[in-house]
């Protein structure tokens, strides 16, 4: 079963997100990010070139202009490779785990796989991000050697950035399929 | 809970047989290792799995049946593979079915002696690749190195159970179906077994050689633990000087490397590769340098633009050439050895400077005491050197004035002073400056694993950060399909990881610390190496 909805993260851009129930036991849900705006790229490449014509009206040596071009190549490659993150998914599978995939621009994809015996918890927290209070979501893991305290708190859709309505879909999703978890854990 | 089934892609396109493996009660999971193909005597495969599990202390059965047929079994078929649950006491008891040519596969778990839960569980069928998860090394290591070698990982993490399981079996993988044994198996290694000619004829000559580079090695190294060296002035330049500290580490390196104990666990065959990468990369660059240098001459250059620098010492002006001559001989042995030499030669080359440093170091230092204790005299306080506190004191007349003559004295002369300390220190911190570059090059060669890094870009499944799951194709009704696949480790994380003890020259000091030094004068030697911190 699959749906499609829009939301907005907490800039104000528009976000859409996807729910896959694969089965019972097996949800996904994929956040896409607003895409690379063609006028904040032209606005950076026209500042970077004017600049380098204005150093080159100075300096008459035309190794500036190469240089410049190369220098915007080059960056919008590591741009792309390494900031722009297109897509978050998150996919929780009873029993095995949860498997977080970021998916950047370029292509490439870094996935972190979280054992279901290593989480506690799956949780929305407060956070005060400079001037604004943001919600977030977050995955609690457990302490091995304590069973009631908390080692790690690893956030979930860092550079989507949703705001709460949307947490809310996600959130109880999750709790549903813990909640199986839990249940199927205490009675073997 | 949901049954969890592994099963190799391998075995994907076998025809119908047993499934053997091994089943984990704790998560409830099943891994598959291979299949046993009909026909097939019950007694031997008995025998097989018993050895096995007395090969590899890893508790091999048979997990159920695996049906890939043209269409569905037929009742003989059906009734025949429900007899093998007799023969084959296994709690649950697994059916995995496919059709020839279809997508979709069909799996049921049975249990006959189930207490409360009704006959079946739900089934998860998990793809993964054999031969990547056989080769592979979870990092962080699921058991410790010095744990004992049979101890069970089944505690630590079920994932890290799986990979367990999978590279202990070896025993099960050695057979292919070339070979004419009584049990026709089907696994990675079944289409013949991987081997390289090269690295066998590499292992037998390894032996001797090995030998005799370790035992010209111990002799080096008797020559140089005499007791010649121990005596002071060839012990103290020993200490003192970078090159004879480089040439130290890099006999321990080779010592490493020829010694005639085999690697205990994967962590020290890394250091070891990494160690003969290191020593390789060192001698390839070194000789690089060697044929540049020696090449069109360029001595002859290099030495006429150093003439005026080494014209201060004026013996040496015409073994300039001479000293280049030997210096870019000594690449031979290295890169890292040319560049300590170098560093060497500089510093002593400049040690005019440091002592001239040291001089004024001293004077300021000396100006700067005098003038805070006179200044604590002109505003009638003392320091208390018992409580290590500024006290009040009275001082008589005669104290007052000549404290106030000296303390003006002080304070015209520390212009010249203070200038005169920062010219020399701002040339010694120049110098310091360059041989800590020298030394951050040379380090970066001793400790850089161009091995692991190697691995990691060619074959990223050897290091493994973790795992990845896709979902493949789903049906309603079907049981769900996932593909496990090996997440590498991140590049600074091998790096880090894999890092091989250096010289450790780092800086002593932060900052802050370092400029409180330089204003109060006293003496700065920012680069320690390793040796004089134990001092």
Redesign the interface.
């Known amino acids: 079963m699959e749906d499609e909805r829009s939301f907005s993260d907490i800039c104000g851009g528009r976000l859409a997100l996807q729910r896959r129930y ?2 019972p ?2 949800r ?1 849900f994929c956040l896409s990010c607003p895409r690379l705006s063609l006028r904040s790229l032209t606005a950076v490449t026209c500042t970077v070139w004017l600049a380098a014509y204005g150093l080159f009206s100075l300096c008459e040596n035309s190794m500036i202009l190469s240089a410049a071009i190369f220098i915007t190549l080059v960056g919008l490659l590591g741009y792309l490779h390494f900031v722009k993150i297109d897509q978050e998914t998150l ?1 929780i ?4 785990g949860i ?1 977080m ?1 970021s998916s950047y621009a370029s292509g490439k994809e870094s ?3 979280i ?1 279901m ?2 989480v506690k918890d799956i949780v929305i927290n407060e956070a005060i991000y400079m001037q604004k209070v943001i919600y977030y979501l977050c995955i609690l893991l457990q302490d091995p050697a304590e069973p009631h305290g908390i080692s790690q708190v690893v956030p979930v859709f860092q550079s989507a950035k949703p705001r709460l309505d949307c947490l809310i879909e996600i959130y109880r999703s999750c709790q549903e399929i813990l909640a199986q978890q839990k249940a ?2 205490t009675n ?1 | ?2 049954l ?1 089934a592994f099963f190799p892609t391998c075995c994907a396109s076998a025809d119908s047989g047993l499934l053997v493996g091994r089943w984990v009660p704790e ?2 999971c099943a891994v598959v290792l291979a299949v046993v193909h009909f026909p097939f005597i019950p007694i031997q495969v008995k025998q097989l799995l018993a050895q096995v599990q007395q090969d590899s202390q890893v508790g091999v059965a048979v997990l159920g049946t695996w049906c890939h047929c043209r269409q569905e079994p037929e009742e003989s078929l059906g009734r025949f593979l429900e007899g093998l649950a007799a023969v084959f006491p296994h709690e649950p008891w697994l059916r995995l079915c496919r059709e020839r040519g279809g997508t979709f596969w069909s799996c049921e778990a049975t249990r006959r002696q189930a207490p409360s839960a009704p006959g079946e569980d ?1 089934v ?1 069928l ?1 793809f993964y690749d054999q031969r990547q998860v056989l080769l592979s090394q979870l990092h962080p290591p699921a058991v410790p190195p010095d744990c004992q070698v049979g101890a069970d990982p089944t505690s630590t ?3 890290a159970a799986v990979f367990h399981t999978v590279s202990r079996s070896e025993a099960l993988f050695r057979s292919d179906r070339f070979d004419e044994g009584p049990v026709r198996l089907s696994h990675w290694q079944s289409e013949g077994v991987e081997a390289s000619i090269l690295a066998e004829l590499a292992k037998r000559a390894s032996g001797p050689v090995c030998l005799l580079l370790a035992s010209l090695l111990s002799l080096v190294s008797t020559v140089g633990a005499c007791r010649v060296f121990k005596l002071w002035p060839l012990s103290f330049l020993g200490s003192k000087l970078s090159t004879c500290e480089q040439l130290r580490h890099r006999l321990e390196h080779l010592r490493l490397i020829f010694s005639m104990k085999k690697a205990e666990n994967p962590v020290q065959l890394m250091r070891k590769a990494n160690t003969v990468a290191s020593v390789l990369l060192d001698v390839t660059l070194g000789l690089l340098l060697l044929s540049w240098l020696h090449g069109r001459s360029r001595i002859g250059h290099l030495a006429d633009a150093l003439v005026p620098v080494a014209d201060y010492i004026h013996l040496m002006s015409p073994f300039v050439e001479h000293i280049l001559w030997h210096v870019g001989l000594s690449a031979c042995l290295g890169l890292t050895v040319a560049l300590s030499l170098l560093s060497d030669i500089v510093a002593l080359l400049t040690f005019h400077i440091y002592c001239f440093y040291v001089y004024g170091a001293r004077l300021y230092r000396l100006k700067i005491h005098g003038l805070s204790s006179l200044w604590r005299l002109f505003r009638g306080k003392k320091w208390n050197a018992l409580r290590r506190r500024v006290d009040s004191c009275s001082y008589d007349l005669d104290q007052l004035f000549i404290g106030t003559l000296l303390f003006t004295i002080l304070l015209f002369l520390l212009p010249t002073t203070a200038l005169y300390y920062l010219v020399f220190t701002l040339l010694r911190l120049l110098m310091v400056t360059v041989q800590g570059l020298i030394h951050l090059l040379v380090d970066l060669i001793n400790s850089l694993p161009l091995y692991s890094l190697g691995l990691r870009l060619c074959r990223p499944y050897r290091l493994a950060a ?4 896709r ?1 493949l194709e ?1 049906e309603a009704g079907r049981p ?1 399909r ?1 593909l496990m696949q090996i ?1 590498p480790l991140p590049y600074s994380r091998v790096v880090h990881t894999y890092r091989l003890p250096s010289c450790g020259c780092h800086p002593q000091h932060s900052w802050g610390s370092l400029c409180r030094r330089l204003f109060s004068g006293e003496l700065i030697y920012p680069w320690r190496q390793r040796s004089d911190r134990q001092d």
Do not use: A, R
């Open positions: 694969y089965s036991s097996c996904e996919l599978i009873d029993s095995l498997q995939t996935t972190t796989f054992e015996g290593k199927t854990s073997p | 809970m949901v969890k998560q409830s739900q998860t998990i993490g079920g994932l973790g795992v990845k799951f979902v789903h769900l996932l997440n």
